[in-house]
């Protein structure tokens, strides 16, 4: 059993950086694909980064490519989303997940546990 905790949500004006955490108790973290989804009002989730095991492999959506970073730190059980260069359509709650997976998959299905959600508010 895996618990997820986020935490580094916020308001922030357009062209600003959040920095995103999500501890993770229980065993076994490094066992886990991690990833981060946003789900924005009246929009399904969707998937914006995710990090393989040992960390050395990332993938992340169009439309945040080059302006954030996901990194995971397995001796604090942490996962980070650092978000740059905010835009007001990345208005949404962001939630972590885990995937007990060896791939980055981008389907909400096969993450077998999730965080609570943090709110993330860029203004314009």
């Known amino acids: 059993q895996v618990q997820l905790v986020e935490s580094g949500g916020g308001l922030v004006q357009a062209g600003g950086s959040l920095r995103l955490s999500c501890a993770a108790s229980?065993?076994?973290?490094?066992?886990?694909?991690m990833a981060w989804f946003r789900q924005a009002p009246g929009k399904e989730r969707e998937f914006v980064a995710g990090?393989?095991?040992?960390?050395?492999?990332?993938s992340y959506a169009d439309s945040v490519k080059g302006r954030v970073t996901i990194s995971r730190d397995n001796a604090k059980n942490t996962v980070y989303l650092q978000m740059n260069s905010l835009k007001p359509e990345d208005t949404a709650v962001y939630y972590c997940?885990?995937?007990?997976?060896?791939?980055?998959?981008?389907?909400?299905?096969?993450?077998?546990?999730w965080g609570q959600g943090t709110q993330v508010t860029v203004s314009s």
């Open positions: 997940a885990a995937a007990n997976k060896y791939a980055i998959i981008k389907l909400t299905t096969v993450y077998n546990y």
């Open positions: 229980g065993r076994f973290f490094s066992s886990y694909v």
């Open positions: 990090i393989n095991r040992s960390g050395g492999g990332t």
